[in-house]
């Protein structure tokens, strides 16, 4: 069955970085568009960024060129980089397949000195 496991997340000091991993599992990314959300409390989940079949990617018009997705075949997973980070980006962090909406358990990003 479809699976999304992300990992990644933590504790992290403004300005540092984070690279954000969902591992795939029952499908294969190459063959899907996948996007990245985000949420905090009290918030409506946000889209990030997506990463189409063909590998093409789009960052939603809100979110700055700090954020960057990618994914790796091989390994069957999507990742998201996160540069400069703010305490804005304080969220928990989703990855979701568009086709048949399956969503991964979130993980808990913190940006905070």
């Known amino acids: 069955q479809v699976q999304l496991v992300e990992s990644g997340g933590g504790l992290v000091q403004p300005g540092g970085s984070l690279r954000l991993s969902c591992e795939a599992s029952?499908?294969?990314?190459?063959?899907?568009?996948m996007r990245w959300y985000r949420q905090g409390p009290g918030k409506e989940r946000e889209q990030v960024a997506t990463?189409?079949?063909?590998?093409?990617?789009l960052n939603a018009d809100s979110v700055s060129d700090r954020f960057i997705i990618s994914r790796d075949i091989d390994k069957n997973a999507i990742y998201l980089q996160i540069n400069n980070l703010k305490t804005e980006d304080t969220d928990r962090y989703y990855c979701?397949?568009?086709?048949?909406?399956?969503w991964g358990q979130g993980t808990q990003v913190t940006v905070s000195s």
């Open positions: 990463i189409f079949s063909d590998g093409r990617t």
């Open positions: 979701h397949r568009l086709r048949g909406s399956y």
């Open positions: 029952g499908f294969a990314v190459s063959l899907y568009a």
